[in-house]
C-alpha cells in the first residue's frame, strides 16, 4: 500500500478535522456515518480495517457529502437514516429528524402503560394516535415495544405517509399501523377514542 492512499483511518482523520474547522457539531460522529455510508458496513468495521484503501468512486462521494456537512447540512438528510430509541429509519427532507429527545416521550408513554394493569382480566390493547406523525418513529417504536397495540399516524402530506409505511415495513409492523392524510385533529374523526 502507498504511503500516499486514502485509507479508512486516514480519511475518518481528514473529514473530522475538515468539519471540525468549520463548526459541525460532532464531527468524530458525522464523519462515521458517512464513511459508513459510502464505504459500507458498520462503525466497528471501519476499526478492524483502517487501512483499507479507499477506490476513487469512494472519494469522489464522500468529497461531496463532506463539502455539503461542512455546509451545516443535516448529516441525517445525507444519509438518508437515523437512529431513534436503538432502531433506524428512513429520512427524507419531506420530515423532521428524529431527536434524543422525543425518546423520553415514549418512555413516557411506555411508563404510564406498564403502570395501568387493568382490575380484572387482560389488559386491552393499546389504541394510539400519531398526529403529525413524520418519519413515524413515535408510534413505529410504540408498536414494537407494546404488543398487540395499534396505531393511527396522521399529516398533511401524502409523501410523509409514504414515508411512514416504508418505516412500518422494515420494522414489521405495517399490520398494526394505519396512516391517513389530514390535517390536525380531522383525520381523527369517526374514529374510536384512543388512549
Not at 2 to 20: F, M, P, V, Y
Amino acid at each position: 500500500m502507498q504511503s500516499d492512499s486514502w485509507t479508512t483511518s486516514r480519511l475518518l482523520a481528514w473529514i473530522e478535522s475538515h468539519l471540525g474547522n468549520k463548526d459541525v457539531y460532532n464531527p468524530p460522529l458525522v464523519a462515521r456515518m458517512l464513511m459508513t455510508h459510502v464505504v459500507g458496513g458498520t462503525d466497528i468495521d471501519l476499526l478492524i480495517d483502517p487501512n483499507r484503501p479507499a477506490s476513487s468512486e469512494e472519494r469522489d462521494v464522500l468529497r461531496d457529502l463532506v463539502k455539503r456537512a461542512a455546509s451545516h447540512e443535516p448529516v441525517q438528510y445525507l444519509v438518508g437514516k437515523a437512529d431513534f430509541f436503538g432502531r433506524s429509519f428512513e429520512v427524507d427532507r419531506s420530515t423532521l429528524i428524529p431527536r434524543q429527545a422525543t425518546e423520553s416521550l415514549v418512555q413516557v408513554v411506555l411508563d404510564w402503560y406498564r403502570g395501568t394493569a387493568p382490575l380484572e382480566g387482560p389488559r386491552p390493547p393499546l389504541r394510539l394516535a400519531d398526529l403529525g406523525c413524520g418519519t413515524g418513529c413515535i408510534g413505529i417504536t410504540l408498536l414494537r415495544q407494546v404488543p398487540g397495540a395499534t396505531v393511527l399516524s396522521t399529516d398533511i402530506s401524502d409523501d410523509v405517509l409514504a414515508l411512514a409505511r416504508r418505516n412500518a415495513d422494515r420494522h414489521e409492523v405495517t399490520d398494526r399501523m394505519t396512516c391517513q392524510q389530514g390535517p390536525g385533529l380531522d383525520p381523527l374523526g369517526g374514529h374510536a377514542p384512543f388512549d
